[in-house]
């Protein structure tokens, strides 16, 4: 399985293959030309309340991974993007500028 990881703000690129975003927000100041997403996955992002709660806070990431898992259990996109990462490789786009926290993070593992 190819997944690879790529901030809203880098160039992409043919490498890249799939582009998904999995915000449930439009990364500012990015045109949808710039950002060339084949698929905006907005149902695999954080809930606005977790996403909020966290607040891209280091102190709470070990927390926010329990619980943004908890979220995902059952969601009919990750079969999805795993089947298209068989198949070839899908980059998930995010905006966060913390790349080490961050819930593209929890999605690709």
């Known amino acids: 399985m190819s997944v690879a990881l790529k901030r809203a703000y880098e160039p992409a690129a043919p490498a890249d293959g799939t582009r998904i975003l999995v915000d449930r927000l439009w990364p500012r100041g990015v045109t949808k030309t710039e950002a060339r997403i084949d698929r905006?996955?907005?149902?695999?992002?954080?809930?606005?309340?977790?996403?909020?709660?966290?607040?891209?806070?280091?102190?709470?990431?070990?927390?926010?991974?329990t619980s943004y898992r908890m979220e995902l259990k059952g969601n009919p996109g990750l079969v999805e993007i795993r089947a298209l990462a068989r198949q070839a490789t899908v980059t998930l786009v995010y905006a966060a500028k913390d790349t080490l926290h961050t819930h593209a993070l929890v999605l690709k593992r």
């Open 40 to 65: 905006w996955a907005k149902d695999l992002a954080p809930s606005t309340e977790l996403r909020k709660w966290f607040g891209h806070d280091p102190e709470k990431w070990s927390e926010f991974q």
